[in-house]
């Protein structure tokens, strides 16, 4: 089993320290430095918003007000604390509020996680606030058909870890669409295997790495351990289906490799995986440049002003990669370093 050495771990800390903002340096901290969680939350909570969303925390746009999207992220984070903020948490309070204030039902879900002001700033393609409006579903079963897990799911996620907060009414109307989209469309004992409405650049949604990230989340947060058990073994019948295994892909353009999908040995794919997630976790050592970090192998776009961003993006992609590889044990000598 390849491991980073010390000696490139330094460099990779050197290079996060040097390039990145205070949630990056302050996850490091968090993993590698003193494991304080209530110290990283401090560090989060300032790009959380009176209104309880977070923003700042994605580097493929310039905009830093609060939306749907960023808050996703900061849960991610939340996500990996060993020690998880509980519902007695103020921020995590007006983050779940501003969730069940954005919560659309006659959508099944949150719908645009984007707010408007993206488009004013530099910002990728691929997160550009659409002119067109996203119409309601006639139907439950239209809204479970086109549910679209990509961030959704992690949202739900929320949810379904802080059900305290939530009245049962909407807990079970947030719940019902993720979970029946995976017994539906994900099963391969189901009729509807694989026709759900949702295609994502031309895949299907089983297809879609993004989806099954945030399913995992899911799936983990659910308090009903018996429906999270056989939602687990649904996800672990098609895996791979997702994930590029033909790794000189991700050095032409924008692929995930499969430790990019299955980041920790807790997931619930993980056993059935581990294999190509382990040779995936080779090659991404092998991959970190002379610097410490782990460079984009494409560019957000040719303007300029895009650098910026992408040094940012790089920055944080560096430690949440070093994170991962502590995760599953594969840096050298590392436990806690100042």
Not at 25 to 52: M, P, R, T
Not at 175 to 180: A, D, G, K, N, T
Not at 202 to 207: L, M, P, S, T, Y
């Amino acid at each position: 089993m390849k491991k980073l050495t010390y000696e490139n771990f330094i460099k990779a800390r050197d290079f996060i320290f040097v390039n990145g903002d205070d949630v990056t340096c302050a996850w490091f901290h968090y993993n590698f430095v003193d494991g304080d969680s209530d110290a990283f939350i401090k560090v989060l909570e300032k790009h959380q918003y009176e209104n309880g969303g977070f923003g700042g925390l994605l580097y493929e746009f310039e905009y830093q007000g609060p939306c749907l999207k960023c808050t996703e992220h900061a849960f991610r984070y939340m996500f990996y604390l060993k020690e998880r903020p509980s519902a007695d948490n103020p921020a995590i309070q007006k983050m779940v509020k501003y969730l069940l204030e954005r919560y659309r039902p006659d959508f099944g879900c949150w719908g645009e996680l984007l707010e408007p002001e993206v488009n004013d700033g530099m910002h990728v393609r691929w997160w550009t606030y659409p002119d067109c409006e996203i119409m309601p579903k006639a139907n439950a079963d239209e809204r479970i058909r086109q549910y679209k897990p990509n961030g959704e799911a992690a949202l739900a996620a929320i949810i379904a870890l802080y059900p305290e907060l939530v009245s049962k009414e909407l807990y079970d109307e947030i719940i019902r669409y993720p979970v029946e989209h995976i017994l539906r469309y994900y099963d391969e004992r189901s009729p509807l295997f694989g026709k759900s409405a949702r295609h994502d650049h031309g895949h299907n949604d089983i297809e879609v790495p993004y989806n099954l990230k945030c399913y995992q989340e899911f799936v983990k947060c659910l308090p009903d351990k018996t429906l999270a058990d056989r939602l687990a073994e649904i996800l672990r019948q098609n895996p791979t289906a997702c994930m590029q295994l033909d790794y000189s892909t991700w050095e032409n353009g924008y692929e995930e490799l499969p430790c990019d999908v299955v980041e920790t040995p807790d997931s619930i794919v993980y056993p059935v995986v581990k294999q190509v997630v382990d040779d995936s976790l080779d090659y991404l050592i092998n991959r970190q440049s002379a610097d410490g970090a782990w460079h984009l192998t494409w560019q957000f776009g040719e303007d300029e002003r895009f650098r910026r961003l992408e040094r940012l993006y790089e920055t944080n992609y560096t430690m949440l990669v070093l994170a991962r590889l502590g995760r599953f044990d594969r840096i050298e000598e590392v436990k806690f370093v100042g």
